[in-house]
C-alpha cells in the first residue's frame, strides 16, 4: 500500500532556545532554533540574516581600541569619539565626526588629563538650556561637551573620577568612582559643573559599590552587582533612597538599557526587566531570557573566572527593530541579540547569537529620522551597523537549525521526501541546507551531503526550474524552493548555513513533507 504522505508546517518564530530538552523542542516550539547565529527576529516575519557593518566613519587618531562613541543629533556633526593618545604622553584623546572633511577632528581638552587605565568612557546627553553631553571615565573628572567647549567638572565637592553619569530631576548624578565607590553624588538643579551643598548639591552613601545609574521614568535606579536601589524625588531636601532588591544585581554595567517600555540589565541569571506592576511603588524583575539561559551561564562564569572583564562588555539599542544588541570586545567571540516579537500570546523577546562582530563600545541615535548604530572596534575603526552585506569586508557566517521533528512518536521511523522553505530575498543568495536525521547519533546514521538553496533577486527556484515574478505569491520577493531530501529516519532536523557577501535573506517557514512507517 502506497505510504499516506502528511505536511508538517512550521513557522519560523520563537528564536534560539538552549534551555528546552530535544523532545519538548521539537514537539512544543517547532518554530525555535537550537543555534540561530547572526539572524535576527525579522519585522516581516521568520529570521533575518543580519546586514553587515562598514567602516563609514574611518579610524579614530590614537592607539589601541576605541574607548568611547556618540551619537547626538545637535552636536557638531553628531558623531564623536574617544581613543588612547598616541603618544601616550599626548592629552588629545576626543574627537568630533567632521562630514565635509570625511575626517576625525581633535576636540581641545584643557585641564589634567591621563588615559592609563581607562578602560571606557561613557557618554551621557542632557538639555537643559543647550545640548551637552558628559563624559565619564572612572580616571580622569567627568567633563561636558556643547559642541564648542570642553569642561572638566573639578569642583571641590565633586567626585574625581566617576565612571557612570546621568541626570534626573534636573540634576547630575556621578558616582563610580573606584576611590569612593559607595557614594551617589549630585549637583546643584540645572547646574551640572556646581557641587555645593548651599545651592542643592549633595552625596549620598548608598551602602554597596555602585555599578550602574539609570533614569527611569520617574525614578533613578542604582545598580550594585548583587542588589539595586531606586532614588526618588526632586531636590536634596526630598530626595528618598528605597529598596528595590537586596538578592539581585547587575553583572555588566553596560548591559543596563532601556527598550520595549522596560529597563533592561543583565544579572547572573540572565536579562531582567525594571518594569513597573499593577502594584504603586512596585517593580518586576522577572527574567525576559529564560530560553538561553544556559548560553548566558557560559558568558558569566568567564565573567566569574576573570576570563571576560565585564567593563570591557557593551550594548546598544536599535529601536526601528525594537531590539538590543550585546557585544564581547574579542574576535570569534559570541555576542548576543535580543528583540521583541508579537505573537498570539503577546509581546516577548527572541534571542539570537552574534558572531565575529568584536565591538569595544557601541551607540545608538537618531539623526533626523535617520538611527545610526556604530560600534568601536579594537583597531581604532568606527563602524555602522546595518550596512552593507558584509562585516567590514568579511563573510557574515549565518546558522539558523532547527530543533530534531519526531511527529509525535519518536520510536517510529519516517520517510521523507522533500522540505520546501519560504524565503524573503533582498536579493541574490545562496544557502546551504543540511539534514540530520535521529538526533544526529553518530552510530550508523547517514546524513546526506548538503543541498543547495539558490535566489536571484525576487525570482523562485524549484529545483532546476525557474519561475518569473508573476509566479511568487504576493507579487512579494520571496522564493518558495522546495528541495527533495533522500533518506529515512526516527527524527529530522534542518540547518541552513551562509557564510559570504550576498545579500540579506529571511526564512520565514518550512514545511516537510513525510510519511510514518508501520512499527516494528
Not at 358 to 363: I, K, R, V
Request: glycine share 10%; charged share 15%.
Amino acid at each position: 500500500m502506497a505510504d499516506r504522505i502528511s505536511a508538517f508546517k512550521v513557522n519560523c518564530v520563537g528564536g534560539m532556545n538552549t534551555n528546552r530538552d530535544v523532545l519538548s523542542q521539537g514537539e512544543d516550539t517547532p518554530g525555535s532554533a537550537t543555534q540561530l547565529i547572526n539572524y535576527e527576529p525579522a519585522i516581516t516575519g521568520g529570521y533575518r540574516r543580519l546586514s553587515g557593518f562598514s567602516n563609514s566613519y574611518g579610524t579614530v587618531p590614537g592607539a589601541g581600541g576605541v574607548l568611547g562613541v556618540v551619537v547626538q543629533e545637535g552636536i557638531n556633526d553628531s558623531i564623536l569619539a574617544c581613543r588612547e593618545p598616541a603618544p601616550f604622553t599626548d592629552t588629545n584623546y576626543f574627537y568630533r565626526w567632521e562630514a565635509a572633511t570625511t575626517s576625525w577632528v581633535t576636540v581641545t581638552t584643557p585641564g589634567t588629563i591621563t588615559m592609563e587605565g581607562v578602560k571606557k568612557v561613557r557618554f551621557t546627553s542632557f538639555n537643559w538650556s543647550a545640548i551637552k553631553i558628559i563624559l565619564a571615565d572612572g580616571i580622569n573628572p567627568a567633563a561636558t561637551y556643547d559642541g564648542t567647549t570642553y569642561t572638566q567638572i573639578t569642583h571641590a565637592n565633586a567626585p574625581t573620577a566617576p565612571k557612570y553619569a546621568c541626570t534626573y530631576s534636573n540634576h547630575m548624578f556621578l558616582c563610580g568612582d573606584p576611590s569612593e565607590p559607595y557614594n551617589l553624588y549630585f549637583s546643584a538643579p540645572v547646574a551640572e559643573t556646581d557641587f555645593s551643598a548651599a545651592n542643592g548639591a549633595g552625596v549620598i552613601n548608598v551602602g554597596f559599590e555602585i555599578v550602574q545609574i539609570k533614569s527611569f521614568r520617574d525614578t533613578l535606579y542604582i545598580f550594585g552587582k548583587n542588589q539595586i536601589k531606586s532614588l526618588s524625588g526632586n531636590s536634596s531636601a526630598d530626595f528618598i533612597v528605597s529598596e528595590v532588591t537586596t538578592n539581585i544585581g547587575c553583572v555588566v554595567p553596560d548591559s543596563v538599557i532601556e527598550l520595549g517600555g522596560s529597563l533592561l540589565f543583565l544579572g547572573p541569571d540572565g536579562f531582567r526587566p525594571v518594569s513597573g506592576t499593577s502594584k504603586i511603588g512596585d517593580v518586576e524583575l522577572e527574567t525576559v531570557s529564560k530560553q538561553i539561559q544556559f548560553t548566558i551561564s557560559a558568558i558569566i562564569t568567564d565573567i566569574v573566572l576573570g576570563d571576560i572583564d565585564p567593563e570591557t562588555l557593551s550594548s546598544v539599542v536599535l529601536r526601528k527593530k525594537s531590539q538590543f544588541r550585546f557585544f564581547l570586545p574579542t574576535n570569534g567571540s559570541f555576542g548576543l541579540l535580543g528583540g521583541l516579537r508579537q505573537t498570539s500570546q503577546g509581546f516577548g523577546f527572541e534571542f539570537a547569537q552574534l558572531f565575529d562582530i568584536p565591538a569595544t563600545c557601541a551607540a545608538s541615535g537618531y539623526v533626523g529620522t535617520n538611527e545610526i548604530i556604530l560600534h568601536g572596534d579594537a583597531n581604532g575603526k568606527v563602524q555602522l551597523q546595518e550596512s552593507g552585506t558584509s562585516f567590514d569586508g568579511v563573510e557574515i557566517l549565518s546558522v539558523y537549525q532547527t530543533p530534531y521533528y519526531y511527529f509525535e512518536d519518536p520510536t517510529i521511523r519516517k520517510n521523507f521526501y522533500n522540505v520546501t522553505t519560504f524565503l524573503r530575498s533582498e536579493g541574490s543568495s545562496e544557502i546551504l541546507l543540511g539534514v540530520s536525521y535521529d538526533f544526529d547519533d553518530s552510530q550508523g546514521v547517514f546524513n546526506p551531503a548538503n543541498y543547495t538553496i539558490s535566489t536571484q533577486g525576487a525570482a523562485a527556484y524549484y529545483n532546476e526550474a525557474v519561475y518569473d515574478a508573476a509566479a511568487i505569491y504576493d507579487g512579494n520577493p520571496s522564493p518558495v524552493t522546495k528541495t527533495n531530501i533522500s533518506g529515512s529516519g526516527f527524527s529530522v532536523a534542518f540547518k541552513y548555513v551562509t557564510n559570504d557577501v550576498n545579500a540579506s535573506h529571511t526564512i520565514q517557514g518550512i514545511v516537510l513533507n513525510y510519511a510514518i512507517n508501520d512499527r516494528r
